[in-house]
């Protein structure tokens, strides 16, 4: 598919199938992300997979829960996919939140292109850096010196829903 397709195609997936992604697949859109450019060309993303099932990530969305208040919600923050990638990045670099979310979005755009269904997901910030936030970057094994910036769900999807629409005449200016 060419890119503009794929850009105007893509929507947030909110229903995955149990099937996994495999390893080919995985490698494909982490090698997307590490294609995406950075501020100072610092490459200083630092990508962390972790499977669907693994207990961390209900971990996560306790902590989640805690912070806000809520109770259990219908879906988990990652709507059950079968595969999650945790974004990192140098915490004092001033750029860090924008190349994570470049690369975040070249994953999402591969992913796409490859069929495969993606949520960029940024819900979780507060829980990852908050009281517990040295115990998740451990359990993580994110890096000494890197901070949790975005996440991207990954998996087949169960459902499609359409893109999102915008107004090009509310929301552009030409000068």
Known sequence: MNTKDCIEKRSSTR????????????????????????GQNKKEIFFTVVDGQNEILSEIEEEKHRMRGEGAQAHNFYYEAPTVIFLSAEED?????????????NMALI???LGIGSLIIGSIYDALHGEKRDYFM????????????????????????APHDFNKDEQVKYL
């Not at 924008?98 to 975040?104: C, K, L, S």
């Not at 451990?138 to 998996?155: C, M, S, T, W, Y």
């Open 15 to 38: 229903s995955f199938t149990e099937e996994k992604l495999s390893k080919e697949q995985i490698d494909a859109i982490i090698d997307a992300g590490l294609f995406a450019p950075t």
């Open 93 to 105: 670099f001033k750029w860090s939140k924008v190349d994570a979310g470049i690369a975040v979005e």
């Open 111 to 113: 992913a796409e292109d």
């Open 138 to 161: 451990e359990k993580l094994q994110i890096p000494q010196g890197k901070d949790f910036q975005i996440a991207i769900a990954l998996g087949f999807k169960a459902t499609t829903k």
